[in-house]
T-cell receptor
């Protein structure tokens, strides 16, 4: 059974710091991996999607990497800003509809 | 382009009452999903649909029914609400293998 774990559960950093959020999954037979952002009381916003054949994706200050063989993905946020404060969720798709979510990392960026 | 919309945003039910949550998307997505999000449990798939007229059970389907009579709409029904169904419900849609788009959520309390 696929399980997705995110560490740490919460993170507090000063503004301007570069940071890395971690995601691990137990079964390497994945279709793709997505990183989402969720603001309090809101829905999820997809940030990046990495297909199983890809190693990384970039969008602005965000870079996500994927290492299927080790069952790991990282989300790198450069030059963090207070507006980056949110919960970041990792989700692994094992094909079509079946997407398993991690519990998320709550990020707080201090001004 | 409204994306994914959900109705209602908030609802309070008494045990045993019934209700229907409506999800609508205007992106012509084939796949639609209903998730619930609970503290400490993350996001769990209730039901999903891979096309108009089709539905299937997810991880936690008991106590819920769904229908997808039109491609753009996905309805989630609670026939006899229980306190254990107090949660935040999210609808999402996607093309197969592509990014998921989430709605803003419905916060349901069952007393």
């Amino acid at each position: 059974k696929q399980e997705v774990t995110q560490i740490p559960a919460a993170l507090s950093v000063p503004e301007g710091e570069n940071l890395v959020l971690n995601c691990s999954f137990t079964d390497s037979a994945i279709y793709n991996l997505q990183w989402f952002r969720q603001d309090p009381g809101k829905g999820l916003t997809s940030l990046l999607l990495i297909q199983s054949s890809q190693r990384e994706q970039t969008s602005g200050r965000l870079n996500a990497s994927l290492d299927k063989s080790s069952g790991r993905s990282t989300l790198y946020i450069a030059a963090s800003q207070p507006g980056d404060s949110a919960t970041y969720l990792c989700a692994v798709s094992t094909g079509g509809f079946k997407t398993i979510f991690g519990a998320g990392t709550r990020l707080f960026v201090k001004a | 382009n409204a994306g994914v919309t959900q109705t209602p945003k908030f609802r309070v039910l008494k045990t045993g009452q019934s209700m229907t949550l409506l999800c609508a998307q205007d992106m012509n997505h084939e796949y639609m999903y209903w998730y619930r999000q609970d503290p400490g449990m993350g996001l769990r798939l209730i039901h999903y649909s891979v096309g108009e007229g089709t539905t299937a059970k997810g991880e936690v389907p008991d106590g819920y029914n769904v229908s997808r009579l039109k491609k753009q709409n996905f309805l989630l029904g609670l026939e006899s609400a229980a306190p254990s169904q107090t949660s935040v419900y999210f609808c999402a849609s996607s093309y197969p293998g592509h990014r998921m788009t989430f709605g803003p959520g419905t916060r349901l309390t069952v007393t």
